[in-house]
């Protein structure tokens, strides 16, 4: 079955610098890659995804790249800011439904102001 | 606001007690999820439905139990057989066809 890698366990940046978390998967079935934000006593909630047929995808500060024949997914925030403090997860999946979805253990991101 | 509401957001009890987790959503979805989150860890699936009166266990099915009567509803039974209760709960369902997950809010409990 799918193992989803991520990494790092924990970072800390200053408001302002870029932020990159990194997620390797093992399942090349794998062809849809969400990223969720989860905020303190809040459920996570989709921030970004990206599908294999894509390599690049932005959201003003977010972006999200694939590389394939890798198997590596990395999500990039710029110019952080104090509200981006939280906890980020990858997940990976194919297209048998959400049931299916392999999630990371997350990254801790806190942003010093 | 369409939405997923877990009840209760905390929730202590004894050991050897059986606990039952509220999960209902408006968002017309027909899968829903059971979601277990533990410190340093991703969110592991405890049982998935994707239509009324049909569910699956998930990877860590063992000492829980569900049920789905009401597409709007799927309740949560953490049982005296998990011997490893206390967690934080979550929620999720999803759109037919669809691999995005909502979730709610969460449930932490905590057993003594």
């Known amino acids: 079955g799918e193992n989803v890698e991520q990494h790092p366990s924990t970072l800390s940046v200053q408001e302002g610098d870029s932020a990159v978390i990194k997620c390797t998967y093992s399942?090349?079935?794998?062809?849809?890659f969400p990223w969720y934000k989860q905020e303190l006593g809040k459920g996570p909630q989709l921030i970004i995804d990206?599908?294999?047929?894509?390599g690049e995808k932005k959201d003003q500060r977010i972006a999200v790249t694939l590389n394939k024949t890798a198997k590596h997914f990395s999500l990039h925030i710029t110019e952080t800011q104090p509200e981006d403090s939280a906890v980020y997860f990858c997940a990976a999946t194919d297209n048998t439904g959400g049931f299916k979805t392999i999630f990371g253990a997350g990254t801790r991101l806190f942003v010093k102001a | 606001d369409g939405g997923i509401t877990q009840s209760p957001k905390y929730l202590f009890r004894k050991e050897g007690q059986n606990v039952t987790l509220s999960c209902e959503q408006n968002?017309?979805?027909?899968?829903m999820y059971w979601y277990r989150q533990d410190p340093g860890q991703g969110l592991r699936l405890i049982y998935y439905?994707?239509?009324?009166?049909?569910?699956q266990k998930g990877d860590i099915a063992e000492g829980y139990s569900v049920s789905r009567e009401k597409k709007e509803s799927f309740p949560l039974t953490v049982t005296s057989a998990q011997k490893n209760p206390t967690a934080f709960y979550l929620c999720?369902?999803?759109?037919?066809?669809?691999?995005?997950?909502?979730f709610g809010a969460g449930s932490r409990l905590t057993v003594l």
């Open positions: 990206i599908r294999s047929n894509v």
């Open positions: 439905s994707q239509i009324v009166n049909d569910f």
């Open positions: 399942d090349s079935a794998s062809n849809y």
């Open positions: 999720a369902s999803s759109a037919p066809g669809a691999n995005v997950l909502t």
């Open positions: 968002l017309n979805h027909d899968a």
